[in-house]
């Protein structure tokens, strides 16, 4: 029987980052640069205002706060626009937020340090302005490449495309960047007893729940699911059904992988590749089966072969699929973040495997706390929709008890939990 990190580190060591494409900048979301972005003009490409005021000399208002000295009012810049005038002694210009900053000005002095409002109500013009304070040379201007230089390594490839990437890239005025692709993942559940949803169900079967949840979870780690179907027990059904999957980058199978007298999916891997058929220290998701297949095309395709239960499906894929695929996807960190919390109640832990307990995180005056979702059989999937985490009880102790601190392997991280 392997461990879980053998058995995941036997499965990686056929997977690397996928080949690249190049796409319009929103569909890089989430995504790996393929290669570096440097910047082809500065940013900001000029001196800029950071506020609405009056771009002046520093020498005009040096004593402002003292003096109040009254500066001539040649022109207005707006942002967008580019000004003709030249700031010289004595004189200002009206500037907006964003516009450049006129040529001979080194300071902007924000309309509230000024007499604009006074002026306003009185209704005079503002071919004058009085400033009321001084200020540090440069004030308000944000200089030319202050963020981005040109020629600037801006972005190392690696780097993933999140909303802030996406508007940097935008900023360089590119539209489209190069990724590592997303990988496609078929997704194929197997048995007699299966109806898919939406069919009417028959006597003695069951809806297809595997398929939904694996190509949800694939989506959710970033691959793009192929809805195989459902393979019926036959052999020829099988093999039709692996051929339609031969030019993913990986196959995902739900169920007859175990010992059962009808589960011919080994039968069939075995005839097509070379597979590996494991029993794995962890409950639930005991069976597992991982290997090459060949395909049509002569291209091997990765097969990882999930347990039939629901819940064993769903978290075997997310302790082995989901780190294939974000290596394939080019991403450096392949596990969930883990925690350490405090139980609310307890695990039991029967034949010596690691269990993976389906619990409810919360966060508490600094501390997690981790409540099982109810009944923890390997065909209660709602248990599982419950739960925000995984509660870890090491193989060699029969139980954790409430109260005793815990390992959490975190399922989702967000703004409920982290609070």
């Known amino acids: 029987m392997l461990e879980v990190e053998e058995a995941l580190s036997r499965i990686i060591a056929h997977f690397e980052p996928l080949g690249t494409v190049e796409l319009p900048v929103l569909e890089c ?214 051929d339609e999957a031969s030019d993913a980058d990986l196959l995902v199978t739900s169920a007859g992988v175990s010992k059962g007298d009808y589960d011919m999916v080994k039968d069939v891997l075995e005839q097509r590749g070379e597979m590996n058929f494991w029993s794995v220290r962890m409950r639930p998701a005991k069976p597992l089966a991982f290997g090459l297949l060949r395909t049509a095309n002569e291209r091997p395709l990765p097969l990882l072969g999930l347990p039939g239960n629901p819940v064993s499906a769903l978290l075997a894929f997310e302790m082995f699929g989901r780190p294939a695929i974000r290596s394939m996807l080019g991403r450096s960190e392949l596990a969930r973040p883990v925690v350490e919390g405090v139980l609310t109640g307890p695990i039991f832990n029967s034949d010596g495997r690691r269990v993976y307990a389906r619990i409810e995180v919360e966060r508490r005056d600094g501390t997690w706390f981790a409540t099982p979702t109810g009944p923890q059989g390997s065909n209660i999937l709602t248990s599982l929709s419950r739960a925000n985490g995984l509660a870890i009880c090491p193989a060699d102790l029969p139980r954790k008890e409430a109260g005793q601190a815990v390992k959490i392997l975190m399922l989702d991280w967000n703004e409920e939990v982290a609070q």
């Not at 290669?35 to 004593?63: C, F, K, R």
């Not at 000005?105 to 004058?128: C, N, Y």
């Not at 179907?229 to 059904?237: K, S, V, Y």
């Open 29 to 242: 979301l989430g995504l790996a640069l393929a290669e570096d972005i440097t910047s082809p003009l500065a940013l900001p490409p000029l001196a800029n205002s950071a506020m609405d005021g009056y771009a002046v000399l520093h020498s005009d208002i040096a004593q402002a706060t003292e003096q109040r000295p009254t500066l001539s009012v040649i022109s207005v810049v707006a942002a967008g626009q580019v000004s003709t005038d030249t700031v010289t002694p004595g004189k200002a210009i009206r500037i907006m937020t964003g516009a450049p900053v006129p040529d001979g000005a080194d300071t902007v002095v924000p309309f509230e340090e000024t007499d604009e409002l006074e002026r306003r109500g009185r209704g005079e013009s503002l071919d004058t302005i009085s400033i009321h304070k001084t200020l540090p040379l440069g004030s308000n201007v944000r200089p030319a490449g202050e963020d981005v230089s040109v020629g600037e390594l801006v972005l190392p490839a690696g780097t993933i495309v999140r909303p802030a990437e996406a508007g940097v890239i935008a900023s360089l005025g590119l539209t489209t960047a190069r990724v590592i692709r997303r990988p496609t993942v078929a997704v194929l559940s197997t048995g007699d007893e299966l109806s898919a949803a939406g069919e009417p169900l028959a006597p003695g079967h069951i809806y297809d729940s595997n398929s939904s949840s694996v190509a949800a979870a694939v989506i959710a780690a970033g691959g793009q699911p192929r809805m195989i179907g459902i393979a019926r027990d036959t052999l020829e059904d099988l093999h039709r059904c692996i």
